[in-house]
């Protein structure tokens, strides 16, 4: 049987940033099309004028009603903003965040219907997006909220090949982090960032090596107590409940010799401390996936970048891996649900006389 292809919901980001120019850069090229269904939610003469005003080459969009009506072997889009809208191109305003996200939120409601698969989000402005509907420091609260619930919690995992970062703390305050850190978090931030290594990437028994919040660790306590307090007993309780974790490790000499090829995921303690480094070294092509929830989404890891919008100099190569991941991530959920469909019986063996219960379900 023809597997069939997977329908990509893709929001066009700020009108005003660089959001319709790695996604036509992207699609121009026709074999993506022939991978997956891509669905853009944003405007077909918004795209236009980006395409004219960048020079960029032709990308023919078949403009549909709705997510279902969506056609192969071609680039769909859902007109859900105003065509009036105004570019302004390498501003911030108002309308710009209105049409980022109106094109947010008709795709979130299509992902929650199912006729979208998986869901890729060009760059927001995190300031002209606020309103009533959206009060969250960026997608990926927006998502938890939407998807989330009781025991799913959103993980933001900053990815390139086998370098995967998650965080314990995001988008707060640099001065609130180390309140913020408690046991009971890490070891939740474990679980989450365990099952998705597994689910989501294919890893079996994954390795996850624990950042310190202290420069060196803490130095037994000279430095700061929240390793000997706060992460050892996290990582040692993670253990207990399946997790393979390792650590703590200072972050400078974790990164600058390279130790992060040791393991399948790192856990920094907070956003700079993650998102520094890795940005240094995959600020082109890496990718900001947002793991723990039902639904797959993926974006690219800069941001609208004002600052060269409308140059037709920006590399879309962050948000055409966005999209690969999105479909990988897509393609392992299924065949993870497919083996652990029907997990193995709970058995009973005989020994020394006593039957004595094996539980094979149980995870390691």
Same mark, same amino acid.
């Given at each position: 049987?023809?597997?069939? /292809? @997977?329908?990509?919901? =893709?929001?066009?980001?700020? *009108?005003?940033?660089?959001?319709?120019?790695?996604?036509?850069? +992207?699609?121009?090229?026709?074999?993506?099309?022939?991978?997956?269904?891509?669905?853009?939610?944003?405007?077909?003469?918004?795209?236009?004028?980006?395409?004219?005003?960048?020079?960029?080459?032709?990308?023919?969009?078949?403009?549909?009603?709705?997510?279902?009506?969506?056609?192969?072997?071609?680039?769909?889009?859902?007109?859900?903003?105003?065509?009036?809208?105004?570019?302004?191109?390498?501003?911030?305003?108002?309308?710009?965040?209105?049409?980022?996200?109106?094109?947010?939120?008709?795709?979130?409601?299509?992902?929650?219907?199912?006729?979208?698969?998986? /869901? @890729?989000?060009?760059? =927001?402005?995190?300031?002209? *997006?606020?309103?009533?509907?959206?009060?969250?420091?960026?997608? +990926?609260?927006?998502?938890?909220?939407?998807?989330?619930?009781?025991?799913?919690?959103a993980l933001m995992i900053l990815m390139k090949d086998n370098l995967r970062i998650a965080l314990v703390t995001g988008h707060i305050p640099l001065a609130q982090v180390a309140s913020k850190i408690t046991v009971e978090d890490i070891v939740s931030k474990l679980r989450i960032f365990n099952h998705s290594l597994k689910q989501d990437f294919g890893i079996v028994r994954p390795r996850i090596a624990v950042l310190s919040l202290n420069p060196h660790a803490g130095d037994s306590g000279l430095l700061g107590k929240e390793e000997e307090e706060i992460i050892i007993p996290a990582i040692r309780e993670a253990e207990k409940r399946g997790v393979m974790s390792f650590g703590p490790y200072p972050a400078d000499g974790?990164?600058?010799?390279?130790?992060?090829?040791?393991?399948?995921?790192?856990?920094?303690?907070?956003?700079?401390?993650?998102?520094?480094?890795?940005?240094?070294?995959?600020?082109?092509?890496?990718?900001?996936?947002?793991?723990?929830?039902?639904?797959?989404?993926?974006?690219?890891?800069?941001?609208?970048?004002?600052?060269?919008?409308?140059?037709?100099?920006?590399?879309?190569?962050?948000?055409?891996?966005?999209?690969?991941?999105?479909?990988?991530?897509?393609?392992?959920?299924?065949?993870?649900?497919?083996?652990?469909?029907?997990?193995?019986?709970?058995?009973?063996?005989?020994?020394?006389?006593?039957?004595?219960?094996?539980?094979?379900?149980?995870?390691?």
């Amino acid at each position: 049987m023809e597997e069939r /292809l @997977v329908k990509v919901g =893709i929001t066009h980001g700020d *009108i005003n940033g660089i959001g319709y120019e790695v996604i036509l850069k +992207t699609l121009s090229d026709t074999r993506i099309a022939e991978l997956c269904t891509p669905v853009i939610y944003g405007s077909s003469k918004i795209a236009a004028y980006h395409r004219k005003a960048l020079e960029l080459a032709a990308v023919n969009l078949s403009i549909i009603a709705q997510a279902e009506d969506a056609g192969i072997n071609r680039v769909n889009i859902i007109n859900c903003v105003d065509d009036e809208i105004k570019v302004e191109l390498c501003q911030s305003t108002t309308v710009a965040g209105e049409a980022a996200y109106q094109a947010l939120e008709a795709a979130v409601t299509d992902l929650k219907r199912g006729v979208v698969d998986v /869901l @890729v989000t060009a760059p =927001i402005n995190k300031h002209n *997006i606020q309103n009533e509907q959206f009060h969250f420091p960026g997608h +990926t609260e927006y998502l938890e909220q939407c998807f989330g619930g009781p025991g799913k919690k959103a993980l933001m995992i900053l990815m390139k090949d086998n370098l995967r970062i998650a965080l314990v703390t995001g988008h707060i305050p640099l001065a609130q982090v180390a309140s913020k850190i408690t046991v009971e978090d890490i070891v939740s931030k474990l679980r989450i960032f365990n099952h998705s290594l597994k689910q989501d990437f294919g890893i079996v028994r994954p390795r996850i090596a624990v950042l310190s919040l202290n420069p060196h660790a803490g130095d037994s306590g000279l430095l700061g107590k929240e390793e000997e307090e706060i992460i050892i007993p996290a990582i040692r309780e993670a253990e207990k409940r399946g997790v393979m974790s390792f650590g703590p490790y200072p972050a400078d000499g974790f990164f600058g010799s390279q130790m992060y090829d040791k393991f399948d995921g790192v856990l920094a303690m907070y956003h700079d401390q993650g998102l520094a480094p890795f940005k240094t070294m995959a600020m082109d092509d890496g990718v900001n996936y947002t793991a723990g929830l039902s639904v797959i989404r993926t974006s690219p890891a800069h941001g609208t970048a004002y600052d060269i919008a409308g140059q037709n100099v920006a590399s879309e190569e962050s948000f055409r891996q966005a999209l690969y991941a999105a479909l990988d991530i897509y393609r392992n959920r299924t065949r993870y649900r497919e083996a652990t469909a029907n997990p193995l019986r709970k058995q009973y063996f005989d020994k020394g006389g006593d039957n004595e219960k094996l539980d094979l379900t149980k995870e390691e």
